[in-house]
Each structure stands twice: as structure tokens, then as C-alpha cells.
């Protein structure tokens, strides 16, 4: 039997640099049943497996009808069915996943240093979940049914000892009651590591702060900062986390969520106000001298053209460590020339939005570092 195994996202999203765990998996499982598996890089060839594999991690991520209606096709992930999708089969998802799939296509796209690093999660990363679920079911999440953190897969599950790095997609690691043992596993391969999706900032204490920090970071600490509503705790973690971290350690990043009303009434002073929690977000965050990372939910692309123009401003800046560090926003919009679309948005939402004015000059290293609050 000749398998096929289609990475959705790959073909669609032209940006997209990260490998399909669940498409991995399948691979590995089958190749272990004796079959022959195959990536494909397009859908020409479709027709030619005795079994096609689809995958999709993304909600938008276009797949032709007539490969899903294939009487030889099989299709999950969270692109196709949100909080809904269906687990693996246990011998699938327990399986080690296939780090050779995405070979030939990392070989013929990856020549030279730059395009390398572009390709590293394919190369260079040991990648799984060690705990799944979590127990906040914010309504807009993936994770909105989970009823928790549990454990899911042992570390040895997914190492690979030839990778140099490991990548965790946890949902909600520190949440999990058995995070110390776990996270022990991890510290003691020696190796670099990241949890992809982010931490819960808001339920850690020192202890975990510190074994954290004890550990080879790869690419910094990752938490999140969603709602407004969570400013004061926040700022107490912060501060916490300053006190085991030290001011000159700039690599802590918080992601944070916009376009997304958590009332669900979408009234239409929204944008105005979300825009407002950003930018206060933004500013305790450069107190403790943090990046911050702006997620825009999809629903920001149905808001009113100029607070539309200011996420993608706003995305551009702080998305980009170099500018966010250096630069005010207005400072990086007028860098884009006076007849750029950027500056034009920038422009009109601070007529509409006087009172937000002094946000637009706000300067990482000009915020004064420590509390605003309590
Ligand atoms: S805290 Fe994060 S993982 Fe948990 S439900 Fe909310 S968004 Fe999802």
C-alpha cells in the first residue's frame, strides 16, 4: 500500500515553516507497518495512493473539494474541525514521529544559512506535547472543552537525541499537577527548549520561575497576556519574575491577543477600546522591559478601516524586536514615509483618538522600569 500524506498548510500558507506533528506521526506508524509514505509537495499526484493522509492546523487553510471527497482520503487536525477534531488513534499518537518526512522538501528549498534557519523546526527540533488541555476554556480557544492540563507523552516519546533543540506545544504546561517531574526529563537532556504556545504567567510561582530560568532557553520565555482584565496579577508576576530574572535578560516576550471582543456583543466602539487595552498592555509590558507580541484575532479584519490600519501598524512594530526596542510607534510609522499607508492610518486614528495620542510616543527604553499598579 503506498500512502500519501498531505501537510495542508504547507501548500497553502507560503510562510509557513513548521512541521505537521499528526502528519509525522502517520508517516512513522505506517513505515513501521511496513509501508511505503510519501509527502506531497502539491495535489497533482493525488490520485496515486492507495491511502491520502490530509492534515490542516489553520481554520483557513484552503483544500481543494475533490481530494476531501476521495473515497481514499482521510482528513483531520484543527483545521478542519476546531474543538471538535478527533484524536488519533492511540498507536498513532504515541508513536515518534517521522523527522525524515520533510526531508526531500527541506533539501530543495533550504541552501544557504538564512534559508537554514527558516527550516529549523524541520531540522534541528524534537517536537511534541508533554502535557495537553487546559483548564481556563477561554471561548475563543482551541482548548475550549479541555477540562485541564494532564499528561500526554513522555519526553523519550518524541526525543530524538541527534536534534540539538526540543519544542513543546503545551497548552497550558505549568497548569499540568505533574509539571516538576516532567520538567525535570526536559533539564536533564541538556538540551535547548521552547514551549512554542506560550505559558500561563498567571498561575506561576518563583519555584517554577526559577527551574525555568535554570534551564538553556531557546529563543527566551514565552507567556501570555489576553485580557486587559489580568493588568494587576500580571504586574505582580512581572515583578516576581524580575526578581529571578534580571532586568538585562530581554528575551521575555508576551503575546498579546487583539480583535477579539471576550463580551461577544461587538459593539461598535470596540476596536477604539481594544486598541486602548493594547496599548496599555503594551506599556506595562515595556516597564519590565518585556517584548510584546501582537496576535491578531480574526476578526480584526471586519474592523473599520482605520483601527484595521492600526493593528497592521501596530503587528509591524512590535512584532519586530528591533523596532518596538528602538522606536515609538509614531517614530516607526513615520519611518515608513509620509505618503505610506501606515503613517495615513496613523494619522487618522490619532485624530479620531486624541486622548490616545501620548501612547503613540511611548519608547521601550524610555518607560520608566517597575509598577504602575497596587
Ligand atoms: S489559557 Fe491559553 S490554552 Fe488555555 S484556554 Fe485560554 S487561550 Fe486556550
Same mark, same amino acid.
Given at each position: 500500500?503506498?500512502?500519501?500524506?498531505?501537510?495542508?498548510?504547507?501548500?497553502?500558507?507560503?510562510?509557513?515553516?513548521?512541521?505537521?506533528?499528526?502528519?509525522?506521526?502517520?508517516?512513522?506508524?505506517?513505515?513501521?507497518?511496513?509501508?511505503?509514505?510519501?509527502?506531497?509537495?502539491?495535489?497533482?499526484?493525488?490520485?496515486?495512493?492507495?491511502?491520502?493522509?490530509?492534515?490542516?492546523?489553520?481554520?483557513?487553510?484552503?483544500?481543494?473539494?475533490?481530494?476531501?471527497?476521495?473515497?481514499?482520503?482521510?482528513?483531520?487536525?484543527?483545521?478542519?474541525?476546531?474543538?471538535?477534531?478527533?484524536?488519533?488513534?492511540?498507536?498513532?499518537?504515541?508513536?515518534?514521529?517521522?523527522?525524515?518526512?520533510?526531508?526531500?522538501?527541506?533539501?530543495?528549498?533550504?541552501?544557504?544559512?538564512?534559508?537554514?534557519?527558516?527550516?529549523?523546526?524541520?531540522?534541528?527540533?524534537?517536537?511534541?506535547?508533554?502535557?495537553?488541555?487546559?483548564?481556563?476554556?477561554?471561548?475563543?480557544?482551541?482548548?475550549?472543552?479541555?477540562?485541564?492540563?494532564?499528561?500526554?507523552?513522555?519526553?523519550?516519546?518524541?526525543?530524538?537525541?541527534?536534534?540539538?533543540?526540543?519544542?513543546?506545544?503545551?497548552?497550558?504546561?505549568?497548569?499540568?499537577?505533574?509539571?516538576?517531574?516532567?520538567?525535570?526529563?526536559?533539564?536533564?537532556?541538556?538540551?535547548?527548549?521552547?514551549?512554542?504556545?506560550?505559558?500561563?504567567?498567571?498561575?506561576?510561582?518563583?519555584?517554577?520561575?526559577?527551574?525555568?530560568?535554570?534551564?538553556?532557553?531557546?529563543?527566551?520565555?514565552?507567556?501570555?497576556?489576553?485580557?486587559?482584565?489580568?493588568?494587576?496579577?500580571?504586574?505582580?508576576?512581572?515583578?516576581?519574575?524580575?526578581?529571578?530574572? &534580571?532586568?538585562? +535578560?530581554? @528575551?521575555?516576550? %508576551?503575546?498579546?491577543? *487583539?480583535?477579539?471582543?471576550? $463580551?461577544?456583543?461587538?459593539?461598535?466602539?470596540?476596536?477604539?477600546?481594544?486598541?486602548?487595552?493594547?496599548?496599555?498592555?503594551?506599556?506595562?509590558?515595556?516597564?519590565?522591559?518585556?517584548?510584546?507580541?501582537?496576535?491578531?484575532?480574526?476578526?480584526?479584519?471586519?474592523?473599520?478601516?482605520?483601527?484595521?490600519?492600526?493593528?497592521?501598524?501596530?503587528?509591524?512594530?512590535?512584532?519586530? &524586536?528591533?523596532? +518596538?526596542? @528602538?522606536?515609538? %510607534?509614531?517614530?516607526? *510609522?513615520?519611518?515608513?514615509? $509620509?505618503?505610506?499607508?501606515?503613517?495615513?492610518?496613523?494619522?487618522?486614528?490619532?485624530?479620531?483618538?486624541?486622548?490616545?495620542?501620548?501612547?503613540?510616543?511611548?519608547?521601550?527604553?524610555?518607560?520608566?522600569?517597575?509598577?504602575?499598579?497596587?
Amino acid at each position: 500500500m503506498r500512502i500519501g500524506i498531505i501537510d495542508a498548510d504547507l501548500l497553502y500558507r507560503k510562510r509557513h515553516r513548521f512541521p505537521n506533528l499528526a502528519c509525522m506521526k502517520l508517516s512513522a506508524y505506517w513505515k513501521e507497518q511496513g509501508f511505503e509514505t510519501e509527502l506531497l509537495l502539491d495535489y497533482s499526484q493525488a490520485g496515486e495512493y492507495d491511502r491520502l493522509y490530509v492534515s490542516k492546523v489553520f481554520t483557513d487553510t484552503f483544500v481543494p473539494e475533490h481530494i476531501l471527497t476521495r473515497e481514499t482520503t482521510v482528513y483531520g487536525g484543527t483545521g478542519f474541525f476546531y474543538d471538535k477534531a478527533p484524536v488519533l488513534p492511540e498507536a498513532i499518537e504515541h508513536h515518534t514521529p517521522d523527522y525524515h518526512l520533510y526531508d526531500q522538501m527541506v533539501k530543495e528549498h533550504s541552501e544557504g544559512e538564512k534559508k537554514k534557519k527558516e527550516f529549523q523546526f524541520y531540522t534541528e527540533y524534537s517536537i511534541g506535547f508533554l502535557t495537553r488541555g487546559c483548564f481556563r476554556k477561554c471561548s475563543f480557544c482551541v482548548n475550549k472543552n479541555s477540562t485541564g492540563a494532564a499528561p500526554a507523552s513522555p519526553l523519550e516519546e518524541f526525543y530524538d537525541p541527534s536534534r540539538k533543540k526540543l519544542c513543546f506545544l503545551d497548552d497550558n504546561f505549568f497548569a499540568c499537577a505533574g509539571w516538576e517531574k516532567i520538567f525535570s526529563s526536559v533539564l536533564e537532556t541538556g538540551r535547548r527548549f521552547q514551549f512554542r504556545q506560550g505559558l500561563d504567567l498567571r498561575i506561576m510561582q518563583k519555584r517554577q520561575m526559577e527551574l525555568l530560568a535554570s534551564g538553556k532557553l531557546d529563543n527566551g520565555m514565552i507567556f501570555a497576556f489576553d485580557h486587559i482584565k489580568d493588568q494587576e496579577l500580571i504586574v505582580r508576576k512581572l515583578e516576581l519574575l524580575r526578581e529571578v530574572i &534580571p532586568v538585562s +535578560y530581554q @528575551k521575555i516576550k %508576551l503575546y498579546v491577543l *487583539c480583535g477579539y471582543d471576550w $463580551e461577544g456583543t461587538w459593539k461598535a466602539d470596540f476596536w477604539a477600546k481594544d486598541i486602548r487595552d493594547v496599548f496599555i498592555r503594551i506599556e506595562i509590558l515595556m516597564r519590565y522591559k518585556c517584548l510584546a507580541y501582537l496576535m491578531r484575532y480574526a476578526a480584526w479584519e471586519q474592523a473599520p478601516e482605520v483601527y484595521k490600519g492600526m493593528y497592521i501598524n501596530l503587528s509591524r512594530w512590535c512584532n519586530q &524586536p528591533a523596532q +518596538y526596542s @528602538k522606536k515609538s %510607534l509614531r517614530e516607526f *510609522c513615520t519611518g515608513q514615509g $509620509e505618503y505610506s499607508s501606515c503613517f495615513r492610518y496613523l494619522t487618522a486614528f490619532e485624530a479620531l483618538h486624541p486622548e490616545m495620542a501620548h501612547y503613540l510616543d511611548m519608547k521601550y527604553e524610555e518607560v520608566q522600569y517597575g509598577k504602575i499598579y497596587g
